[in-house]
């Protein structure tokens, strides 16, 4: 198709493929987008791992990893979250981990003092955590 771009990559380098009206392809090396979060570690309980203005956003979408406190098992998984001035509700997709066996997560989303608070629980404790939030305004 006119215009039509494919995707993929690794964490080097992002390649992109073009196919101009005349079927000619050009290949396009770029860098790819990187985040660094500040790591939030797990004390034992529920810890908040992210928060945001229920006044300002309705909604959003998290990209969380975990790392075990002994730096063996790692996670990562999506979440949606969104709150109706009273509740805050969430769904978990594409979970995946390297042992799920020594690194289980328990995630919960909760409005407390205007804020959507989300929550992460190890098993066992000390996980480390990092977020990266797209949030939506109401």
């Keep these: 198709t006119e215009g039509s771009s494919i995707y993929s990559g690794t964490s080097a380098s992002i390649k992109r ?22 790591q939030i570690t797990e004390g034992g309980s529920a810890t908040t791992i992210s928060s945001f203005s229920a006044t300002t956003y309705r909604s959003a979408e998290l990209l969380i990893t975990a790392e075990s406190a ?13 709150h109706d001035g009273t509740t805050a509700y969430r769904t978990l997709y594409g979970v995946m981990g390297t042992d799920e066996a020594n690194l289980s997560v328990t995630y919960t989303a909760t409005l407390s003092g ?3 608070l989300v929550q992460a629980e190890s098993t066992p404790s000390g996980a480390k955590f990092k977020v990266k939030e797209i949030l939506i305004k109401d």
């Design 17 to 38: 493929v073009n196919l101009d009206p005349s079927g000619t392809f050009d290949f396009l090396v770029g860098t790819p987008t990187t985040y660094d979060q500040t």
């Design 70 to 82: 002994a730096g063996t098992e790692f996670e990562v998984a999506k979440m949606l979250v969104i």
């Design 114 to 116: 205007g804020n959507v």
